[in-house]
């Protein structure tokens, strides 16, 4: 099972960037799949996740109205487009799956985790 991040970076406040995680060694339809991050001295929170069909989606109030989490099951893609980034918005981010229907925003809920990302706002 592989779950990789890319499309990190340095940006300026007010910007924008897309993460993308690739999925591979599992049956990718079948999962749910889920962002979250950490920043220094804090804990693994949650951003946003996708049900299986991609139909449904969550957001942590935080990043609502500017990131979009999107998949893409032909390709066992699923995307993070963060719009109107800000300072607070700096963290390793990292891609997850989860098997379970439910439990979106906990992360003892995902199986599979990628190795992140790291994404900094600068002012």
């Known amino acids: 099972v592989q779950l990789v991040e890319s499309g990190g970076g340095l940006v300026q406040a007010g910007g924008s960037l897309r993460l993308s995680c690739a999925a591979s060694?599992?049956?990718?339809?079948?999962?749910?799949m889920g962002w979250f991050r950490q920043a220094p001295g804090k804990e693994r929170e949650f951003v946003a996740g996708?049900?299986?069909?991609?139909?449904?989606?969550d957001y942590a109030d935080s990043v609502k109205g500017r990131f979009t989490i999107s998949r893409d099951n032909a390709k066992n893609v699923v995307t993070l487009q963060m719009n109107r980034l800000i300072i607070e918005d700096t963290a390793v981010y990292y891609c997850a799956a989860r098997s379970l229907a439910v439990g979106t925003t906990s992360s003892s809920n995902y199986n599979y985790w990628g190795q992140g990302t790291q994404v900094t706002v600068s002012s």
């Open positions: 996708i049900s299986r069909s991609g139909r449904s989606t």
């Open positions: 060694g599992f049956t990718f339809s079948l999962y749910a």
